[in-house]
């Protein structure tokens, strides 16, 4: 199994930036894809950015030239650091890992941290 647990989280004002941090822990050897999605209120829950275990990125195009995304491998850590935030920013952001074992892909979630961009 494996827990990611989400911070960094908070109220900010627009304009300004947020890291979020996100660990991940149990018994597992290694994560594919790691990745951040967002889910603002009475929306879908969508990507914002992914990194494969080899540093491949993806990122949506609304937050393309104000977020990056990165990983410690030796960590298993993934992180978001947000710039030139936006109201429309706000959102409950996810992390979120898979791995595969003999074939069968597993997906994990963390528990969701709240981001609120507002002056």
């Known amino acids: 199994q494996v827990q990611l647990v989400e911070s960094g989280g908070g109220l900010v004002q627009p304009g300004g930036s947020l890291r979020l941090s996100c660990a991940a822990s149990?018994?597992?050897?290694?994560?594919?894809?790691m990745a951040w999605y967002r889910q603002a209120p009475g929306k879908q829950r969508e990507l914002v950015a992914e990194i494969t275990s080899t540093g491949i990125l993806n990122y949506a195009d609304s937050v393309k030239g104000r977020c990056t995304i990165s990983r410690d491998n030796a960590k298993n850590v993934v992180y978001l650091q947000m710039n030139t935030l936006k109201p429309e920013d706000t959102a409950v952001y996810y992390c979120y890992a898979n791995r595969w074992v003999l074939g069968t892909k597993y997906n994990y979630w963390g528990q969701g941290t709240q981001v609120t961009v507002s002056s």
């Open positions: 149990g018994n597992f050897f290694s994560l594919n894809i």
